[in-house]
T-cell receptor, first 113, second 113 residues
Framework: QQQVKQSPQSLIVQKGGISIINCAYENTAFDYFPWYQQFPGKGPALLIAIRPDVSEKKEGRFTISFNKSAKQFSLHIMDSQPGDSATYFCAADYGGSQGNLIFGKGTKLSVKP | DTAVSQTPKYLVTQMGNDKSIKCEQNLGHDTMYWYKQDSKKFLKIMFSYNNKELIINETVPNRFSPKSPDKAHLNLHINSLELGDSAVYFC????????????FGDGTRLSIL
């Protein structure tokens, strides 16, 4: 059972364009939704995160949009740069005493110069 | 200074052997984790551990066992290695089980011959 579904699997965007990655979740008990960025040979690193009490969070060129009723959230990367080329993972966490991140399957983003 | 460090970075071994991967964090965190990333880059939690409780993902074979000599270390022991154990293993830590974000090491690529 895949609790967090992520799409697309891969994405190619021109430099300066907008990259959009979507995720959907099933369990309404999730209360924390982070996005992680992973470069080849490195571990995932937290990029931006949101809790369900807000519908949008922006940090620099990165924005999370959250739709609680649809159980969906997305990552928007504005003015995409070649340095943004990486694999992006959405995730969800139950919070409380679980502390176990449930990851989506990842999106490999390539930004062409 | 590396926050979460794993050794070795690469591990090549024969089927049936027993091996260990070491993990150390210098962040003063109370909770540590092990994740498995398969060839399709899917990240899955294996264990979460603090000084009070070990939570094991029920899908993890009992050939895998975490050992924590102290709060800053969580090593992963694997007995009777199988071909399907080939993957990248990531250690992570967080302030406590309720806190985010999780900080990841750079992974150990395990290859079984």
């Amino acid at each position: 059972q895949q609790q967090v579904k992520q799409s697309p699997q891969s994405l190619i965007v021109q430099k300066g364009g907008i990259s959009i990655i979507n995720c959907a979740y099933e369990n309404t008990a999730f209360d924390y939704f982070p996005w992680y960025q992973q470069f080849p040979g490195k571990g995932p690193a937290l990029l931006i995160a949101i809790r369900p009490d807000v519908s949008e969070k922006k940090e620099g060129r990165f924005t999370i949009s959250f739709n609680k009723s649809a159980k969906q959230f997305s990552l928007h990367i504005m003015d995409s740069q070649p340095g943004d080329s990486a694999t992006y993972f959405c995730a969800a966490d139950y919070g409380g005493s679980q502390g176990n991140l449930i990851f989506g399957k990842g999106t490999k983003l390539s930004v062409k110069p | 200074d590396t926050a979460v460090s794993q050794t070795p970075k690469y591990l090549v071994t024969q089927m049936g052997n027993d091996k260990s991967i070491k993990c150390e964090q210098n962040l003063g965190h109370d909770t540590m984790y092990w994740y498995k990333q398969d060839s399709k880059k899917f990240l899955k939690i294996m264990f979460s551990y603090n000084n009070k409780e070990l939570i094991i993902n029920e899908t993890v074979p009992n050939r895998f066992s975490p050992k924590s000599p102290d709060k800053a270390h969580l090593n992963l022991h694997i007995n009777s290695l199988e071909l399907g154990d080939s993957a990248v293993y990531f250690c992570a830590s967080s302030l406590d089980r309720e806190s985010e974000p999780q900080h990841f090491g750079d992974g150990t690529r395990l290859s079984i011959l």
